[in-house]
Nanobody
Framework: QAQVVESGGGLVQPGGSLRLSCEASGFYWDYYAIGWFRQAPGKEREGLSCVRTSGSSKSTYYLDSVKGRFTVSRDPDPAKNTVHLQMNSLKPEDTGVYYC???????????????????WGQGTQVTVSS
């Protein structure tokens, strides 16, 4: 059964950091892109960062509001089929449910801006508050 599973959410103070992880299984990893999406209370879902699972890691998309603060990376062990999202300098407006998604595409821009996905995780809560 194909699935993606997020982990690493929690409560953090403003200015703090968290690292989310997305582990995939049940599909051929190399043909996919992994995206991170956020659903904040009262706001539309937005694509934060999307990256190819193989090939050039320079093919990466970031939402403007997270550029310079969030970094997406593929786990150095390719057998883990895992992508991480390192989130630094967190702000209260980063609060929300964070979802991982997978799409059989190399068009990471379209995946993030249009919300395209084949598989969708259950989400992990991130709360930024003092």
């Amino acid at each position: 059964q194909a699935q993606v599973v997020e982990s690493g959410g929690g409560l953090v103070q403003p200015g703090g950091s968290l690292r989310l992880s997305c582990e995939a299984s049940g599909f051929y990893w190399d043909y996919y892109a992994i995206g991170w999406f956020r659903q904040a209370p009262g706001k539309e879902r937005e694509g934060l960062s999307c990256v190819r699972t193989s090939g050039s890691s320079k093919s990466t998309y970031y939402l403007d509001s997270v550029k310079g603060r969030f970094t997406v990376s593929r786990d150095p062990d390719p057998a883990k089929n895992t992508v991480h999202l390192q989130m630094n300098s967190l702000k209260p407006e980063d609060t929300g449910v964070y979802y991982c998604a997978a799409k059989a595409t190399w068009n990471v821009d379209a995946m993030c801006t249009e919300g395209r996905f084949d598989y969708w995780g259950q989400g992990t809560q991130v709360t930024v508050s003092s």
